[in-house]
C-alpha cells in the first residue's frame, strides 16, 4: 500500500485566493512526522512546514498551514493568498519513528497559480 | 545557512559510460540520501547512508552504487549508464534520531543519457 497519497496531480487557483493540496498517509506507527515541500521549475525542493503526530495544533508557517486531521490520515497544505511565485510541484512526505531513516513521499501536485 | 550541493545541474552522458554524480553537504549530517525523480512518480529512493562507508539499498538500487568516504560527501555512480536511467536526481541530507527535522535537498541534476 502507499505510503503517501496525493490524489491531485494538477490544481488552478486565481491569485490571492486559498487553496487546499490534499495528502493522506497510510502507518501503524504511532509516532511520525509530516512533511511538505515546494518545488519549484528550477527544480530545488524546498521544506516549507512539518507537523508531528503529537503535535495538538495544527502547524503554520506564514501563508501556509497544515490541517491535520490525524482520525482521517489527512495532512493537507493550506496556502492563503496564492502568489503567482507558489506556482510549483508540491510534495507530502513522512518520517516514522520506527525508522527515522526513510522519508516517503507522494507523487506530487503541480499547482498553477492564475493571475 | 544549510546547504547541500550538487556537482551539476545538467549532464549528458552516453549509454555504456561510467556516471558519477557528486554530492556534498555541509551540516555534519550523518544521513545521505540519493533518489530518482521521474513524472508522476515522485521521489524514489536509490540508496541511503547512515554513515561513512555505510549505506543501505532503497527501493530501486539496481544498474546504481554510491560511496560514501567522508562524511560530508555521497556519491552515485551509474556503473553502465543506459537511457532509462535518463532522470533528474536529487541528494539529500538529515540527522538522525529526531522525527522534526527534514530533509535538505540540493538543486537537483537532470541527467540525460543518450
Known amino acids: 500500500a502507499q505510503k503517501i497519497t496525493q490524489t491531485q496531480p494538477g490544481m488552478f487557483v486565481q491569485e490571492k485566493e486559498a487553496v487546499t493540496l490534499d495528502c493522506t498517509y497510510d502507518t501503524s506507527d504511532p509516532s511520525y512526522g509530516l512533511f511538505w515541500y515546494k518545488q519549484p521549475s528550477s527544480g530545488e525542493m524546498i521544506f516549507l512546514i512539518y507537523?508531528?503526530?503529537?503535535?495538538?495544533q495544527n502547524a503554520t508557517e506564514g501563508r501556509y498551514s497544515l490541517n491535520f486531521q490525524k482520525a482521517r490520515k489527512s495532512a493537507n497544505l493550506v496556502i492563503s493568498a496564492s502568489q503567482l511565485g507558489d506556482s510549483a510541484m508540491y510534495f507530502c512526505a513522512m518520517r516514522e519513528g520506527g525508522n527515522f531513516n526513510k522519508f516517503y513521499f507522494g507523487s506530487g501536485t503541480k499547482l498553477n497559480v492564475k493571475p | 545557512d544549510v546547504k547541500v550541493t550538487q556537482s551539476s545541474r545538467y549532464l549528458v552522458k552516453r549509454t555504456g559510460e561510467k556516471v558519477f554524480l557528486e554530492c556534498v553537504q555541509d551540516m555534519d549530517h550523518e544521513n545521505m540520501f540519493w533518489y530518482r525523480q521521474d513524472p508522476g512518480l515522485g521521489l524514489r529512493l536509490i540508496y541511503f547512508?547512515?554513515?561513512?562507508?555505510?549505506?543501505e539499498k532503497g527501493d530501486i538500487p539496481e544498474g546504481y552504487s554510491v560511496s560514501r568516504e567522508k562524511k560530508e560527501r555521497f556519491s552515485l555512480i551509474l556503473e553502465s549508464a543506459s537511457t532509462n536511467q535518463t532522470s533528474m536526481y536529487l541528494c539529500?541530507?538529515?540527522?538522525?534520531?529526531?522525527?522534526?527535522?527534514?530533509?535538505?535537498f540540493g538543486d537537483g541534476t537532470r541527467l540525460s543519457i543518450l
Open positions: 539529500a541530507s538529515s540527522s538522525p534520531g529526531t522525527g522534526h527535522q527534514p530533509q535538505h
Open positions: 547512508s547512515y554513515d561513512v562507508k555505510m549505506k
Open positions: 507537523q508531528g503526530s503529537y503535535d495538538q
